[in-house]
């Protein structure tokens, strides 16, 4: 892209130029003088809007970075939340068929002492 004082050189050599054709009292060089510091004003005010230009692109890299950052860190908090999750389900999944068994010999053990107290009762 083109800074604003190139765009303005075409402009400022055509002047120069009608200038030299123009103009034999000297006073061409006193407006080329003021063109040429106009030119090179131009240029300082470019170079000062460009490194304004890179430092607000270095800050919003830096803050992109940063929100990567806190999104990874998220996403990582989130898996380890989930695995913890998973690892309560299982263990609470492991204790409910560790109670379902304890339960199935509890009703074994007890239909056992029913026939138990039913062969007794019968014998008397």
């Known amino acids: 892209s083109l800074s604003i004082s190139e765009g303005l050189a075409p402009d400022i050599a055509a002047q120069e130029d ?32 460009l490194d304004e230009a890179n430092k607000r692109a270095a800050a919003a890299i830096a803050a992109q970075t940063q929100m990567e ?21 299982s263990a609470a999944g492991a204790e409910v068929q560790r109670l379902n068994e304890l ?17 007794l009762e019968e014998k008397e």
């Open 18 to 49: 009608y200038n030299t054709q123009n103009n034999s009292d000297g006073s061409e060089q006193k407006e080329t003088h003021a063109l040429r510091e106009q030119l090179e004003e131009n240029r300082r005010a470019d170079a000062a809007a």
């Open 103 to 119: 339960v199935e010999r509890g009703l074994a053990d007890a239909n056992e002492l029913r026939e138990k107290v039913q062969r």
């Open 69 to 89: 950052e806190v999104l990874e860190s998220c996403s990582a908090q989130h898996a380890e939340a989930i695995a913890e999750r998973d690892l309560k389900l």
